[in-house]
């Protein structure tokens, strides 16, 4: 579904990493892990496409990533879904009409009318559906970005440390939630520094653990 071949990505006169490659196969589940600096974010944005790889070729459901034009990335990405670290929301819009803009914005918006109400629900955010982004708290504005990105249906979810700012038990919930997107056959890729979740995650599924660190990216041990 995504290839990196060889994949080298600098800026500055200086290289992140250099030669990457790695497959995310349908249906796989795979964390990323490493030193903060590493390119962890970096090696996200260009699985979605988001960054152009100096040296290598990226591959986003057979395609060559580097020879799409913007309108290309943008059907592209409409299989992929991201959830940001900083889950941006627009505070003036409710938490279900945030969710539903990817929808909105692609004018399938009756779309989001029928599957909205199951997805705030299936995330626990069912009471919180018409509150402004400010009343919520962070975990449960961790959920609302997880439920912005599946709502387009995507074949990948690509996750960067959505467990960074909430505390074990919310972090076990939205563990629980990747999980069953995975079970259900959705490809998973997340960033992560929690290896206790790392360690959750792997007594229920086959997750890959992958880290980054100068400049390279190697399958961790089983000491994880």
């Excluded at 009409?97 to 909105?104: D, F, R, Y």
């Excluded at 692609?106 to 199951?118: K, V, Y």
């Excluded at 599946?150 to 979810?157: A, E, G, T």
């Amino acid at each position: 579904m995504i290839e990196l071949e060889n994949v080298s990505y600098g800026y500055g006169g200086q290289t992140l990493f250099s030669h990457i490659s790695l497959t995310l196969a349908p249906g796989s589940f795979h964390f990323l892990t490493g030193p903060s600096g590493a390119g962890k974010t970096t090696l996200l944005r260009l699985c979605y496409a988001d960054l152009r790889a100096n040296k290598g070729k990226v591959r986003v459901f057979g395609q060559d990533a580097g020879a799409l034009n913007r309108d290309e990335v943008a059907m592209s990405r409409r299989r992929i879904g991201v959830v940001h670290q900083d889950c941006q929301f627009l505070d003036h819009l409710s938490i279900a009409e945030n969710i539903a803009l990817p929808l909105t914005v692609s004018g399938r918006g009756h779309e989001a009318a029928q599957n909205l109400p199951e997805l705030l629900n299936w995330v626990g955010l069912g009471p919180q559906a018409n509150q402004r982004p400010p009343e919520l708290s962070g975990g449960e504005r961790q959920r609302a970005a997880l439920a912005r990105a599946v709502i387009v249906s995507p074949d990948v979810i690509i996750a960067d440390e959505p467990t960074g700012n909430v505390d074990w038990e919310m972090s076990q919930r939205l563990l629980s939630l990747l999980i069953e997107l995975n079970k259900m056959g959705k490809t998973i890729l997340i960033a992560t520094h929690d290896l206790a979740m790392i360690r959750a995650a792997k007594s229920d599924i086959s997750a890959r653990v992958l880290r980054l660190k100068d400049g390279q990216l190697v399958q961790a041990g089983a000491e994880l």
